[in-house]
């Protein structure tokens, strides 16, 4: 079945330095979802990658789909500590009826 | 627009015992999903609805968790009878419908089973 794998499981960083997290899938999506959880919270939507090679910026937040539609990206431009919670990817199966979450970055931040 | 709301927030339970979880999602979204997070692990789904029907259950251990969402609206999830592997987050969320895969979760209701 379909599986959605995220690198590393843990990621700590000094503020300001950059920080990224990998998704990968078994089989090919439909589209990909970036969530965040704030430690004690709930996911919250980020972003949403559709289109092969897709690249969406919200602000120092970089957000890539791959080409052939099975992995993705999340990178972080000099993190602040408002950065700091778990990132998860969300794959969509050819469907796009099915959402497997992957098992999550979590990132700390040291001021 | 008001977002998915879920009762109670916080349940201590024995093992045995039944619990019943409540989530009423955002108005107008066709489908409603329930997650168990166990600490430190992503969401797993256990049941997806697409209004009142059942669109995927496979991961739902059926011979104790049951889940219904009567007139598609609101939602309840029951665990009976509960063991101490059942501790975690259930989580309800909800999304617009097929196309539109932005789901919007609940503040999840954590569940202690001793």
């Known amino acids: 079945g379909q599986q959605v794998m995220q690198i590393p499981q843990y990621q700590h960083v000094q503020e300001g330095e950059d920080f990224t997290t990998y998704c990968n899938s078994s089989t090919t999506l439909s589209n990909i979802q970036w969530y965040k959880q704030r430690p004690g919270g709930h996911p919250v939507f980020l972003i949403q990658l559709v289109k092969s090679g897709e690249v969406k910026k919200q602000k120092r937040l970089t957000f890539q789909f791959g080409e052939a539609k099975k992995n993705s990206s999340l990178h972080i431009t000099a993190t602040q500590t408002t950065d700091v919670g778990t990132y998860f990817c969300a794959g969509s199966d050819t469907g796009g009826f099915k959402t497997i979450f992957g098992a999550g970055t979590r990132l700390f931040v040291k001021a | 627009e008001a977002g998915v709301a879920q009762s109670p927030r916080y349940k201590i339970i024995e093992k045995r015992q039944s619990v019943a979880f409540w989530c009423n999602p955002i108005?107008?979204?066709?489908?409603l999903y329930w997650y168990q997070q166990i600490l430190g692990q992503g969401p797993k789904l256990l049941i997806q609805f697409q209004n009142n029907g059942v669109v995927d259950d496979s991961q739902l251990p059926k011979d104790r968790f049951s889940a219904e969402r009567l007139k598609g609206v609101d939602s309840t999830l029951k665990i009976q009878p509960a063991k101490l592997e059942d501790s975690a987050v259930y989580l309800c969320?909800?999304?617009?419908?097929?196309?539109?895969?932005?789901?919007?979760f609940g503040p999840g209701t954590r569940l202690t089973v001793l």
């Open positions: 108005s107008g979204h066709a489908t």
């Open positions: 969320a909800s999304s617009r419908g097929q196309g539109y895969n932005e789901q919007f």
